[in-house]
């Protein structure tokens, strides 16, 4: 199966979930990733210059209209929801908290709608249940899902919920997830 898009939720623990996965994945890497890392309105860039350091990818924050490009991985603004519009560009929304603002859910479903079994989401470390609801989104329309080893989870909460839903392909360490992330572009 070839993958169109990767979506990733994170919250507390993320910068070292988000940091092992991204570091070793090439400038050029052939999959767009997005990213909702639960984060305060007060840290604008700080994440994206954190990882931009420790990555070859390109890491930027989203931005209203863009289009969705391989070699990049795109992250939520603080105070703004991420959304996947049905011509491939990105949207943000201030609409109001459902769990968290950014919200997981609200980006694994409207990727989930555009992309269909062409999507693979990741439920990382974090200490609520987002991005359960939006996992099985992703799972209705045929994408692949994973969830971080609660054991090795700095936050286990948030990827138990995601288990909970029993619509996880997978439950891997974040070892096993870079590998699979890097060997990917090479499965036909």
């Not at 890392?37 to 931005?63: F, G, P, W």
């Not at 105070?79 to 603002?101: C, G, M, P």
Request: aromatic residues 6%.
């Amino acid at each position: 199966m070839q993958y169109s898009c990767i979506v990733m939720g994170v919250s507390a623990g993320g910068l070292h979930a988000l940091s092992f996965l991204l570091e070793k994945l090439p400038k050029a890497y052939p999959i767009p990733v997005l990213i909702v890392q639960h984060r305060s309105k007060d840290q604008v860039e700080l994440l994206e210059e954190l990882l931009a350091n420790r990555c070859q990818i390109t890491i930027r924050q989203a931005n209203e209209k863009e289009k969705i490009n391989s070699g990049i991985v795109y992250l939520a603004p603080p105070a703004y929801h991420l959304l996947v519009e049905s011509d491939q560009t990105l949207s943000l929304s201030s609409d109001e908290h459902v769990i968290s603002k950014p919200s997981i859910d609200i980006l694994f479903e409207s990727a989930a709608e555009v992309f269909k079994e062409k999507l693979i989401g990741i439920v990382l470390t974090g200490a609520n249940n987002d991005g359960s609801k939006g996992i099985t989104v992703i799972n209705k329309f045929g994408g692949l899902t994973i969830a971080q080893q609660t054991e090795e989870a700095q936050y286990p909460y948030m990827p138990q919920a995601a288990i909970n839903t029993g619509k996880v392909n997978f439950i891997w360490s974040l070892p096993e997830i870079q590998k699979f992330l890097l060997e990917l572009p090479l499965k036909k």
